[in-house]
């Protein structure tokens, strides 16, 4: 099995390609053009903290601000997020479905103690 540099998916050992994502697997290929695939790479690092580090950021805030608005926001970027971690990004999602039900009720909570 080759492993994908680029994404880190498996793909069969004949292949020249990642069949995930078409990034060249063998080195040979990879010598043609390395500025090109390095600064692609640092790309898709910056990305994926950014995306994971969104997620987490707004779906706190849903906990304390428009619930509805900002989980959906986290849940948006979980979803962009699993394009590099499946995992940590479909936790993200989860993450941000039980911050906005928590946002929610914490807000029911306090409009009714402010009402009586």
């Known amino acids: 099995m080759e492993i994908c540099t680029n994404c880190g998916r498996e793909n069969s050992s004949d292949a020249r390609f990642c069949q995930f994502c078409g990034h060249a697997l063998h080195e040979a290929q990879q010598q ?14 910056s990305e994926r903290f950014i995306f994971a580090v969104l997620g987490w950021i ?38 941000g479905v039980i911050c906005t039900i928590a946002g929610m009720i914490i807000g029911a909570i306090i409009a009714a103690t402010l009402l009586t």
């Not at 043609?32 to 690092?45: A, D, G, L, M, V």
């Not at 849903?62 to 995992?87: D, E, M, N, S």
């Open 32 to 45: 043609t053009n390395p500025h090109h695939t390095s600064n692609k790479n640092e790309n898709n690092t």
């Open 58 to 95: 707004f779906n706190a805030l849903a906990l304390f601000f428009i619930p509805i608005l900002f989980g959906g926001i986290g849940i948006v970027f979980g979803f962009l997020h699993r394009k590099y971690q499946k995992t940590h990004g479909t936790i993200i999602i989860i993450a």
